[in-house]
């Protein structure tokens, strides 16, 4: 069956500490990945996503994910988080058919 | 314009009416989605509309859901005889077609008491 899953509901980190958010994905072949953040009160936005090619992708805000492709997964990573990285992050793919499958969501909280 | 609109931002209805929720994807966007998200809650897949193909309404949780999308334009969700839990954050998305994420509107809020 075709799905996310994001092993860490809620994580808490220092502020300015790194950070890794993990995904895994379930599907016979290599999907489009995706992350996005929703902010407080606020809509989803998205972070960065792969395709094919360089594993590692670069996004806004000063995260990267990786995908590997052994593990089935696309880690989702930040050097040096700040304040305002305290959110709910979503993993998600979208495989051939077009509908994106969304995880559960990890909410991070940052510890000043 | 510029992004995904959705009306109204809130909405509470009394438990038995009817309610209608708007989305405006982006201009030229052929694939439209709604999800719910439940407080606390990960997204809930519910219909999906892709240019002029017969939707894909696998998630819509009861008959009392459903969507309408014309053309490649507005769709509206409409919920009859609201229930308490439908009582959610309901977003809608749309995207171009192939490779590209979503984009997201700011959600409707629907409160059912």
């Known amino acids: 069956a075709q799905s996310v899953t994001q092993p860490d509901i809620h994580i808490t980190v220092s502020e300015g500490a790194s950070l890794e958010l993990r995904c895994n994905y379930s599907?016979?072949?290599?999907?489009?990945l995706f992350w996005y953040v929703q902010s407080p009160g606020q809509g989803l936005q998205l972070l960065l996503k792969?395709?094919?090619?360089?594993?590692l992708v670069q996004g806004i805000k000063g995260f990267e994910a990786e995908f590997k492709r052994s593990q089935s997964s696309f880690n989702l990573r930040k050097p040096s988080v700040h304040w305002s990285d305290a959110a709910e992050y979503f993993c998600?793919?979208?495989?051939?058919?077009?509908?994106?499958?969304f995880g559960p969501g990890t909410s991070l909280s940052v510890i000043p | 314009g510029a992004g995904v609109s959705q009306s109204p931002s809130n909405k509470v209805t009394e438990k038995g009416k009817d309610v209608e929720l708007r989305c405006d994807p982006i201009?030229?966007?052929?694939?439209l989605y709604w999800y719910r998200q439940r407080l606390g809650q990960g997204l809930e897949f519910l219909i999906y509309?892709?240019?002029?193909?017969?939707?894909?309404k696998s998630g819509l949780p009861s008959d009392r859901f459903s969507a309408e999308r014309t053309g490649e334009s507005v769709s509206t969700l409409t919920i009859q005889r609201t229930q308490q839990e439908d009582s959610a954050v309901y977003l809608c998305?749309?995207?171009?077609?192939?490779?590209?994420?979503?984009?997201f509107g700011s959600g409707t809020r629907l409160t059912v008491v």
């Open positions: 998305a749309s995207s171009s077609e192939g490779k590209d994420g979503y984009t």
């Open positions: 599907y016979g072949a290599t999907p489009y």
């Open positions: 792969y395709f094919s090619g360089d594993t």
């Open positions: 998600a793919m979208k495989t051939s058919y077009d509908k994106v499958i």
């Open positions: 201009s030229g966007h052929t694939a």
């Open positions: 509309f892709q240019g002029n193909s017969a939707p894909d």
